[in-house]
């Protein structure tokens, strides 16, 4: 097992009714901004029982945070935030929402020029306002993280940041707030989670089987609730099983001492963009072909994912990889998310473009070998079309 310093210190409110107790976790005099999306917490009861639970509280709202949000919007945010010296925020909604308050935490008190250093040049964070927040979409992991993905509309630039001062005081995880969940989102939310999983288990064996088994049981939870979540959204037992499990596939305790990879992550967010393309879904894109390209320097994991997951265990190695990329193409595709690039009416030239983009931004050494080169990302996109 590698080395590993492990650290988070999100404290999760978990369960139906929860809401009611952030009071109890904000300091009685902060003066809060409450930040929010397109409005589906006003559709939910959310919104309400935030309003009631901080009644006693003072409170400003900032809605319109845009699913990948968006720099500029967010920019506003920290203007009007600075002009009534806010020092508490609360994020209510989807990854999106508590990505962008992350964002809008750090630029507050970010001391250099433009805030987008912290994006573009990865300036450091050396300290944030805090923040908490209600998670309503299972999926990201952003509730208990401290990573958070920005959109520059602009340059049509996407690009993550993480810092220590950017976890969550808090969240709120009450699977009530997701009855509400369109299809859609909660098929991104089980291949997104499935995917942060994969991405921090089919890596190379470092004997850490407690790692790889807390993996799979990951996999295991999702495979079998993610058609559940599907055919009954609102069921309180599904969604919370859910919603654990997106929370699990990425707070950093299945990553420790393993190696990791991200280059399906790295590559897939060119894909949102610069064609707004779901996140999970150009992650279905992107992982089925860089899992045959990588084939070899990751077979034995491949092997026994495809053993332990799927129950592939006849043929020769070849053919059981082939079987298990197959069978995790076959769960992405039975929840409606397609997996190739042509299913999107993306084609070679947007794979050109990536290309040129990350031989601008002398992108190298992806994956957890640190051996994908541009070159490798062109053959993989090539391969999904
Ligand atoms: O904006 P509103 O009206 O709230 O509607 C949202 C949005 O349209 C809606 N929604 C959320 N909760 C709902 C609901 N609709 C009905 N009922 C509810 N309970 O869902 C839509 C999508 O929301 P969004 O927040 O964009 O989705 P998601 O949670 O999948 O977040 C995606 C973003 O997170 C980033 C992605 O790149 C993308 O920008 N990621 C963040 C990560 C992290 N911080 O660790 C890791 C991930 O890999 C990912 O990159
Ligand atoms: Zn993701």
Redesign the pocket.
Known sequence: MNNFTFYNPVKILFGKGQIASIKNEIPANARIMMT??????KK?GVYEQVKEALKDHTVLEFEGIE???HYETLMQAVEIAKRHQIDFFLAV?????I?GTKFIVAAMNYEGGDPWEILSIKAPVTSAVPFGAIL??P????EM?S???ITRVETQEKLAFGSPFTFPKFSVLDPE??F???LR?IS??IV?AYT?VLEQYLTYPVNAPLQDRMAESVLLTLKEEGPKALQNPQDYDVMANFMWCATMA?NGVIRVGVPTDWAT?YIA?EL?ALHGID?ARTLAVVLPSLLRYKQESKKAKLLQYGERVWGVNAGTEDERIEATIQATIAFFESLDIRTRLSDYEVGEDTVKAIVQRFHERGVKDLGERSDIQIEDIEEILMKSI
């Not at 929010?36 to 917490?41: E, F, L, R, V």
């Not at 909604?93 to 929402?97: C, E």
């Not at 999926?139 to 952003?142: I, K, L, V, W």
């Open positions: 929010y999306g397109g409005g589906s917490i939910n699913p990948n949000p909604g989807g990854g999106s929402v990505d309503t979409l999926a990201t992991g952003s993280n990573g958070s993905v707030t997701t509400t969940l369109p989102q991104n939310g997104d942060h990425l992550h967010h949102t996140h």
